[in-house]
């Protein structure tokens, strides 16, 4: 297994003051394989959470995706355009949330009226 096929746990040490590593080691594979729906909005609520990551962080993993299998590929945005759909069915905004959701609503509803071409897998 790679290095980049491996998760290594790091936690706060209020000693140090600082993020140390665990030990603990897992695989992307393992946590792939074991991961509902629910843990994944979780996990990556927290991942969004810890450092305000947004389009570059985005970006970068669409980079990186950029060398998985085709298919794989299709999955992702598949994926990313149905997380954008759920997220416009939220009726409830406030000033941080409004334009993300108003801009949620709007790839919906081209994708709803078949102006975003999505193919025969969305």
Known sequence: MTDDNKIYFKDWNPESRMTEPTGEVVSIYAVARSITPLNFAKLFD???????????????????????????????????????????EQ???DARNETAVETAKKIAQLIKDGELPTGMYL
Request: with cysteine; charged share 15%; glycine share 16%.
């Open 46 to 88: 927290n991942y969004l959470n810890l450092g305000g990551k947004g389009a570059n962080d985005g970006r970068l993993v669409g980079l990186h995706l950029r060398n998985t299998h085709r298919t794989l590929q299709r999955l992702a945005v598949c994926f990313a355009l149905g997380l954008i759909m759920g997220l416009s």
């Open 91 to 93: 009726e409830h905004t």
